[in-house]
């Protein structure tokens, strides 16, 4: 963290949840807290590893964090090391 109330510091986090909301939760009805426990696990592995990600340049998270693969802004392509 940067600093108190630097606004960049939560931006990772922040977008993961509302990924989490508008993709999942908003979308489907939970009886009680263990129905939306368990889905949110199955989300969650779902985004980590099946899920592509345009800033990542199509690849998962797990493929990149893996195979520790350099994504870059403005990259077309992924620099193996």
């Known amino acids: 963290m940067d600093g108190k109330g630097r606004a ?24 009680d807290g263990k129905a939306l426990f368990e889905g949110l696990l199955e989300f969650i592995q779902f985004y980590n590893f099946e899920r592509k990600h345009q800033s990542l340049l199509y690849l998962t998270p797990h493929q990149v964090f893996n195979e520790r693969l350099p994504i870059t802004k403005n990259s077309t392509k992924v620099n193996r090391i």
């Open 8 to 31: 960049l510091d939560n931006i990772f986090i922040e977008r993961f949840w509302r990924t989490i909301k508008y993709e999942y939760i908003y979308l489907h009805e939970f009886n």
